[in-house]
């Protein structure tokens, strides 16, 4: 896997993927940014969020479950002092579907963060990762 990011000017820089996909981020206006794109550090957390996403509808759809949407809300703090870490990182998984069975939800959300999301299992190590869902019945 590679990826390559090209500087932009001031703040700004271009993201361009292995597989020919591309982003720009861009720093926050009190950083000299002109607020182009989202943070890097908020790419970090997009990251994690496709990563644990991907899993958990793979899994419940081999696990029979009628998903018919997924969706993951994942707020972060991060140390007050350089290099300002994330310290705890939560994500919240809206899960909806038919008659989803809740013991397969949180099944499938925990062999992602346990076993099959790269993202998740190498931030473990440094920051404290929690998670909940809640179910609704389209």
Known sequence: MKTRIKWKGNVSFLA???S?????????PEAGG???????????????GGCTTFDV???LKKS???ITDCV??????RATVDPKVFIHIHLHFIITGNNLNPQQVERAINLSSEK???????LKNTVKITHDFEIINS
């Open 116 to 122: 099959y999301c790269s993202a998740s299992i190498m």
């Open 34 to 48: 002109q607020n182009l794109g989202p943070r890097p550090m908020e790419m970090l957390l997009m990251g994690l």
């Open 64 to 66: 029979r479950q009628d």
């Open 16 to 18: 361009e993927s292995g």
């Open 20 to 28: 020919g996909h591309s982003v720009l981020m861009d720093g926050a």
């Open 57 to 59: 509808v793979l899994i």
């Open 72 to 77: 993951v809300e994942i707020e972060a703090e």
